[in-house]
Every structure is written in C-alpha cells, then in structure tokens.
DNA sequence: ACCGCAGTCGAACGATCGTTCGGTCGGCCG
DNA sequence: CGGCCGACCGAACGATCGTTCGACTGCGGT
C-alpha cells in the first residue's frame, strides 16, 4: 500500500503522561478495532493503525490482545452471536413461514444496525485465514436457514409465485446485509429503517399494486 | 497474513520452457487480476500471486504490467465505463422517471454480470490510495444519478407513497450491487435474474396485492 | 520502606511486501 | 549468419508488516 491513507479520523493521543490506568477492557479495543478494520479493509489495517486509534503504542497494545487474528474473531463472533440469536426467538420458531421470515428480516435490521461494526466484518470476509473461513461457514449457516424459509413460504403460496426461491432468498439477504455498505446511526429512526426494508422486500416500491409496465426479459 | 491461503485454484506453470511467446496482452492480464483480486481481497492479494495466475514469474509480470495499482485502476475502469455507458442510453433519458428508473436497473444487473469482477472489485473499495478514493468519487456520482431518479419518480406518485426516496434509492443500489456477493455465470441465466432482481424491487416478495400482515414497527 | 505487578514504551526480530536490476534465452529480420 | 529485441527469470532492494523482548514507571498492598 504505497498510496497515502484517507484522513485518519482517530488516533489523538493526550499528550504525555498516560497516567490514569483508562483500564483498556477486550471488549472496548475489539470494538475499537472492527471499526477501524472497517474503515481501511482488515488487511490494509496495521497493528499500529489500531493502537493509535486506541491511544497507546504498538507494544502496549500487545499488553491487552493476543494478536490481529483474535480481534478478528472476537468481533465475528459478537455479529455471528448477534444473529443466531435470532433464529432461537419464540417469534422466529412459530406462526406461518411468511410471518416467521418476516419476523427474522426485521429482526436482522435490527441487529445490523445494533452491531453495525461487527456485522460489517462478518459481510466483507474474503476466507484467507482459518478463521476467515470458520466465520464464512457460520455465515453460509444463517444464510441457509433463511434460504429455507422462503422456500417453504412459497410452497405455502404465501409468495409471489413464478420464480426460484433460492434467487428470492439471495436477492432477500442482499437486500438486508447492504445495509451496512451504508447506514450510518441518527440519519435514519431504526423502526422507519425496519419498515422500510420490510415494505422494499415484500412490497416493493411500486404504487399500484400488480400493474407496472410488467414486462419480462 | 500468518493465516494459510484457501485452496489456490490457479497457477499452473507449463513444466519447463515456456516458448511459445502466449501473447500476455495488457487487458487479459488485467482480467486474471480482477479475478485474483475478488478471491483474496485486493490488500491481501500479492504480485506473487497475480503472476503465478498469469503462469510467470513476479518479475516477469512486471514486463507486461505497470504495478499493482495499475492494475486495479484499469479493471475500476472497466467497471465504471460500463456502469455510466448506462446512462447514455436513449431508454434512460427519456420516457417517465419510473420507467428510466426501471430500464438502468435491469440494465444494471446485465452489466452487473457482463463484467462481475471488475465491479465486484469497484463495490468494495475502502478508499485507501487516490485510485481508490477517484473511483468511489465516480460510483458515488453514478449513485446519486438513480438516486435523484428515485426522487423524480415518487415525486410523481409512481411509487408507493410514504417513506424517505433517498432510503428507497440506497436499497435499490443495495438489492442490485449484492448480486455480485453471489451470483456466478451459469447458474441461472441472465434474463431470468433480471425478472427476479425487477420483480423483486418494485413488485415485492408477497403474494396478494397491498395485504399481508402489513403492520408497521 | 519495600516489593510486586500491571501498564507502557523503544527497539528489534524475521517475514513478506511491491518494485527494480542485470542478465539469459531464442525467434525474427536483415 | 549476425545481431537485435521482446519475453523471461533469479536475486536483491528498502519498506513495512505482525510480533516479541527487556526495561522503565508508578500505584497498591504489606
């Protein structure tokens, strides 16, 4: 990476003395560091780059994490916790399959925007390291849960019938996990968030109801 | 990276002598690039790599490439011709906003899939080198083009009244853009995927006109 | 008053990065 | 046939990476 970095927004150090012992607990510098992972790319991201941002040099950074890798994972694991959380909810186990999948995609926002630096990791894995790929197959898990309740909402009639519902989950989670590329918390109310993407994805955006120019390839 | 890679799926190097003089023309070089680079993310991706995926020598690649940037900036315009060759097209400039609105988007996931990797490439750029940040500068001018369509067209009720346009329009470039997270050429083909992604968006999931559970948070 | 220890730091480790350089090979043109 | 030149390669450059080490500091407990 020869090229200069974009304005580092962290990093202020006061001034000399560090005299205060501000107790640098894992779970403050793990959120400190998806941030920043988020901001440059995990690989792009420099172990000093990370203790700057949490105001101390390299080597007492090393003092509180284990290494680069296990930050990583400890905010993979917060999304990925974040998320199965969701398919154990009463709301997400019972009812129609439509209302459940409505349930889990709302409730998805939410934890997106809840956990929004974790999550954003968990959606940018590229699977270079061990880690990586654990995290990834997590991830394909959640994925495939979902993927299988549209598929049963549609055998139920309970979805637009016509097309392939492994596309229709696809496009579903895409449509939801793009979020993070943009949201950014205090814009936007998150129960206006949740319904809007609740209205895009059941709904759509026309404004008669099945009329459009309706048209196929 | 301390990590293993995942399993490397390119670079064989014909046994011995390589005379035979294959002809590494500065596009194709650029395609095998954009390829490698979407495998491993571009920081994590080395000129080792790219040469052995070309089938040479580190520093033999660098006899037919300029550098790694280089490379990137050639594949992002790539990318970016093909998404702003979009807006010039007679179909989105004239007729209602909806129906302009409606044509880039399906001609989005046309090109979307025409050039997957030089896209994919450009949608997850992090802005760490002046390349980068120039070709976000671009994507983002592309965006707020749909973006001020969106506005347009619910201005003039063609779209479900309600809620903010500019959310709308961030979930549309969303719905679009995560196609390239998982769709691979072959699968489904590329007319049927312009239905789903057009049905999806402005018609929605649900079966029923305006019904379903339709609540709000 | 003493000690232990958590916190901090500068310096350095080997590894790997992108890039450069000097030189070899062999087909092609004169 | 002689020489040129594009293609190719091994070796090395300085820079930066993640990580380790030894030493210093000052507070809390005894």
Chains 1, 2 share one sequence.
Not at 34 to 42: I, K, Q
Not at 58 to 79: D, I, N, P, Q, T
Not at 99 to 124: D, F, S
Request: hydrophobic share 40%.
């Amino acid at each position: 990476m020869t090229g200069t970095r974009p304005p580092a927004p962290e990093g202020e150090r006061p001034t000399a003395t560090r005299r205060a012992r501000p107790a640098y607990d894992p779970s403050s510098l793990v959120e400190v560091a998806a941030r920043v992972f988020n901001e440059r790319g995990y690989d792009a991201t420099s172990m000093e780059d990370l203790s700057a941002a949490a105001g101390i040099t390299k080597s007492s950074f090393y003092h509180h994490v284990r290494g680069k890798e296990a930050l990583l994972r400890a905010a993979l694991e917060r999304a990925l916790d974040g998320l199965f959380g969701i398919l154990d909810e009463p709301a997400a186990t019972t009812g129609t399959p439509l209302a459940r999948l409505r349930h889990i995609v709302r409730r998805q926002v939410e934890v997106l925007v809840g956990e929004l630096p974790h999550v954003t990791l968990l959606l940018r894995l590229r699977g270079n390291t061990e880690t990586e790929r654990w995290a990834l197959g997590r991830r394909r898990e959640f994925d495939a849960a979902i993927a299988s309740l549209v598929r049963e909402a549609s055998a139920a009639g309970e979805l637009r019938a016509g097309l392939d519902p492994a596309v229709d989950a696809r496009l579903l989670s895409g449509l939801v996990n793009s979020l993070v590329e943009w949201y950014r918390p205090g814009r936007v109310p998150v129960d206006e968030l949740v319904a809007e993407v609740d209205r895009m994805a059941f709904e759509g955006l026309l404004a008669q109801g099945p009329a459009g120019d309706g048209r196929r390839a």
